[in-house]
């Protein structure tokens, strides 16, 4: 039951994530963390740029959920919150997949554009890039960019 708990839990969450993400990006990205978030659409001029530190605020949250997972006090809490902290991760591996490998090429994972769906969300992404300030805001829910 507990492994059920946590991967059901991590699913979830997961999957949550793009909602979450593409709340911020539109709300606060591209609102009060704009002078932040500008210099990812600008060119990069070195391997680190300032919207890098955006990226990472989820990190220690996660790092937090998965350690009380493993070490918290026997209970539903620390199964869910085990689940919560791996559908963060989940997500985090994903997106830095595909968005710094596939979308910016900075990562060796071309070979996924051989299916449509990556290279849907690549083009969707750029459009984003070329569009500025506006929508699409989120990355893996296609239907959010027609």
Not at 44 to 68: G, V
Request: proline content about 3%; some cysteine; charged content about 15%.
């Amino acid at each position: 039951m507990k492994i059920a708990l946590w991967i059901g839990t991590t699913l979830v969450v997961a999957v949550a994530m793009e909602f979450w993400a593409q709340f911020l990006h539109g709300a606060v990205w591209h609102g009060i963390l704009w002078k932040v978030h500008r210099s990812h659409h600008r060119p990069r001029k070195t391997w680190w740029e300032a919207n890098d530190a955006l990226s990472a605020l989820h990190a220690p949250i996660a790092i937090a959920f998965i350690l009380y997972g493993c070490r918290g006090p026997e209970g539903v809490a620390r199964e869910l919150l085990f689940g919560v902290g791996l559908g963060m991760t989940l997500f985090g591996i994903a997106y830095f997949v595909v968005h710094d490998g596939l979308v910016h090429g900075r990562l060796p994972v071309q070979g996924l554009l051989r299916f449509a769906y990556f290279a849907k969300v690549r083009d969707h992404h750029l459009l984003h890039h070329r569009k500025g300030h506006r929508a699409p805001y989120g990355f893996f829910r296609l239907n959010e960019h027609a």
